[in-house]
């Protein structure tokens, strides 16, 4: 079961040079993605995969419940590399419907060392409350909070410093958030109204 890993690996990379002969030393030169995505660590979310891009046209970064916590050293380096040294075009956060760290965090359990991450997704029931609490089917109540704690950290990503200053002065990188759904597979742009949110991080959260 393990080995058959190796035995997938041989046969990948003779599926790549017969389409490509000069695919693994182009992969070696350099990276130069357009895109940062920002999923969650879910086994059944593959990044590359669910978009169709191949090693090299996307920089990856995955938690539990595609989070961007304020202190968390992990994901905001990640950010300023992809920002700063990549140039990325796009930032994707991608949360999936089913996700079960959002589903963690609607219980009330101590779950240990996660208590502090689960925390963060909890803000963002309390942020938006009044909305949750007015959704009566449970399994829909959960849907919205997966797809508004992608909101929630698409503006933590915009708090950025490093985001900020290159969106000034390039237009780049767009943030968007979207959700996976494990039912059918597609991807779904939650076309956040960023213009109507960005009112009051422009206010409370600017740093250019
Ligand atoms: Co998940």
Same mark, same amino acid.
């Given at each position: !079961?393990?080995?058959?890993?190796?035995?997938?690996?041989?046969?990948?990379?003779?599926? !790549?040079?017969?389409?490509?002969?000069?695919?693994?030393?182009?992969?070696?030169?350099?990276?130069?993605?357009?895109?940062?995505?920002?999923?969650?660590?879910?086994?059944?979310?593959?990044? +590359?995969?669910?978009?169709g891009?191949?090693?090299?046209?996307?920089?990856?970064h995955?938690?539990?419940?595609?989070?961007?916590?304020?202190?968390?050293?992990?994901?905001?380096?990640?950010i300023?590399?992809?920002?700063?040294?990549?140039?990325?075009?796009?930032?994707?956060?991608?949360?999936?419907?089913?996700?079960?760290?959002?589903?963690?965090?609607? @219980?009330?359990?101590?779950?240990?060392?996660? +208590?502090?991450?689960?925390?963060?997704?909890?803000?963002?029931?309390?942020?938006?409350?009044?909305?949750?609490?007015?959704?009566?089917?449970?399994?829909?109540?959960?849907?919205?909070?997966?797809?508004?704690?992608?909101?929630?950290q698409c503006?933590?990503?915009?708090?950025?410093?490093?985001? @900020?200053?290159?969106?000034?002065?390039?237009?780049?990188?767009?943030?968007?958030?979207?959700?996976?759904?494990?039912?059918?597979?597609?991807?779904?742009?939650?076309?956040?109204?960023?213009?109507?949110?960005?009112?009051?991080?422009?206010?409370?959260?600017?740093?250019?």
């Amino acid at each position: !079961m393990y080995d058959r890993i190796f035995t997938a690996n041989r046969a990948w990379v003779a599926k !790549m040079l017969a389409e490509d002969e000069d695919f693994f030393e182009d992969l070696a030169t350099d990276q130069a993605p357009d895109y940062l995505y920002i999923g969650c660590a879910d086994s059944r979310v593959p990044a +590359n995969s669910i978009m169709g891009l191949k090693p090299g046209e996307v920089f990856v970064h995955r938690n539990i419940a595609n989070c961007v916590p304020n202190t968390d050293i992990n994901s905001h380096s990640v950010i300023q590399y992809a920002v700063e040294a990549l140039k990325v075009k796009h930032i994707i956060v991608c949360g999936h419907y089913g996700c079960g760290g959002v589903q963690a965090a609607m @219980q009330p359990k101590d779950l240990g060392l996660i +208590n502090g991450w689960l925390r963060e997704i909890r803000d963002v029931f309390r942020l938006h409350r009044a909305e949750l609490l007015d959704i009566a089917d449970e399994t829909e109540r959960f849907k919205r909070l997966v797809e508004l704690n992608v909101q929630e950290q698409c503006i933590h990503v915009i708090k950025t410093a490093c985001v @900020q200053k290159s969106f000034a002065a390039t237009g780049y990188p767009i943030v968007h958030g979207w959700v996976f759904d494990l039912h059918d597979g597609l991807l779904r742009d939650l076309n956040i109204p960023f213009e109507t949110i960005l009112d009051e991080i422009r206010e409370i959260y600017r740093l250019t």
